[in-house]
């Protein structure tokens, strides 16, 4: 309970950050961006001459959901990655803000374990991002059903994915603050495991460009305990385009994500408190 | 004593530890152990072995041949084998040896064999009546593009009955030919040596490899002895390695290829382990260098491709494929494991129903 009190705490502060209305506005702008550019007569065409000529036109008319699958796709690729990279960018200097001096012992003199305010920082910040992530999602889809008149909520779902990936990059993040008080490193251990991310998810194909043997056992058992995010991405695409997901896959993926961000949170909580203020 | 935030931190280090192990059991048992498994080793057929040596010399039956050149000359002493002694003469002409018995007792073999139909067996049961059994008699069987020879035991065989309305007639000390009645030509003709080699091929194919056998004509196979390891063997020209560019392909690079070997060898082992090593020579060093890093780029390409693809069998058949460099040209190899044959044949004997081939009597 204390930890959803930080939270909150945390999310009443980010309200008046700057870096905050810079997400909230450049999500906004994306989708203004997109709402008067984005050229969808071919699929208006499609409509009206459903509408016209009735239900079925012969093979070469696909339904308005096949042909938009390509805009779903990016949209959610876009989510997914634009969003867990600004996210990083966004969230590196809220932790060593935390952390800095004045500030933190006011906290630390506050009736709450040093986990909970940890993991407080930690569930504030995943549901700011979260927040973003649904934000641009939700916004998308109405943006393509005002369009379009087809409803897909896909864009939302890529969202609660890129908010997933985010979990584990953001507890690195912490605790890399808490080694060292600064957002550049922050943000820099943020980059590095989202694209360890990327290359774990990608290990399979990966590894097969090592010779087996040494160099091979070497890289998998590297990559082992690391989050995989490149099928949450494509989880998060393929939910967008409405095609099937092999849903043992993604929950394994979600799974690994989760128990990577435990892990992370708990060397974080080991490292705080030890730490002296 | 320990104070409590030690005893807090310990307990965090060891949570963080413990869920990084969960995570990365939760990665490996997600994907079911396939990366791993990749570092199993195969082993390559690279030279004779010590069974091979040993499988030489019970095979070298017949004497050595008269000196060639003058009665000054001292005579060969080394004994020949009368199925190697029987192949066209030349370095690079297209031949491949199948060791039919110890195939037919390989993993590959039992796992073939369980998938063999009905027509299959009748034919087996067909040649059994008539005093060859395929799965017991035939020792080796060579392929080349002038016929067939097949050494194995046939002394119960009935070639009367096996080539009907052919005319057997003696052919040099211990031979027989079978030719079919009717005009001479471009016809089977079968040759049988001491019941213990079957030559097939064109009548002046056939005569030409019998003189070859019982000494009255030199032999020069275009395999030597110490080049008869594995369970598969042979040489093919470098034109075989045209077959590599896809059909539409270019016909320039066909052609290069063509150009860069002048000649391919070829071993596979399938006792367990299906391994198969490809020797390729040719006269162009610089051209053959091209060559092996061309292919090299080009399994790695398709290795990736297949796992990104999500082709799991040609992931597989490619996970032990790579070029070796050294000597003379490079070598490619391929290897599939015993477990991933099983795999394929998975379901197949089920399929086939019980016992599809007959049991040798």
Redesign the interface.
Known sequence: MSALLVAADLLREARSRRWTLALAGSVTLVLAALAVGLRLEVVDGALAATRLFGGSLGSDIRSVDVALRPVFAATSWLVFYGGSLFGIAAVSDLAPSMLAPGRVEHLLSLPVRR?QLLLGTFLGVEALVLGGALYGGGGMALLLLAKTGVWNPGPLLAAAMAAVAFAPVYAVMLGAALLVRSAALSAAAGFLLFLAGVV?G????????F???AA??VF?AA??????LTPLAVAASDLAQARPVAA??VL??V??AL??A??????A??RF??KDF | MARPSDRRTALWLLAGVLLLVATALLTILSEGGRPARGGAAVEFPRHLRAAEYQRIERRAVLPPLPPRSGPDEPPPTRRRDPLLAALPPGPSRAVVVLEANALRHSRLGELFLGCLGDADARMIEDLRRLGVDPLKDVDRVAVTPEGLAVSGFFGQARWGELFPGAEPAPYGGESTLYRPQGPAGEQLVAGVWRDQLLLLGTGREVQAALDRVEGRTAAAPPLREDQTYGEVYGVLPGEALRALVPPGGSGDLARRLGQAASRVELHADAMSDVAVTARVSGQDAAALEDLARTLGAALAVARVEARAGGDERLVELLEHARVARGGEGFSLELALPAETLERWFAGCRERAGPRRYPAAP
Request: positive net charge; aromatic residues 4%; proline residues 8%.
């Open positions: 986990w774990a990608e290990r399979g194909a990966i590894a097969s460009a010779e087996p043997g091979r056992a998998l990559t082992a305990p690391l989050p995989r043992a896959q394994g993926a799974r690994g128990l990577f435990g892990a992370a949170l708990s060397l909580a080991a408190e030890r």
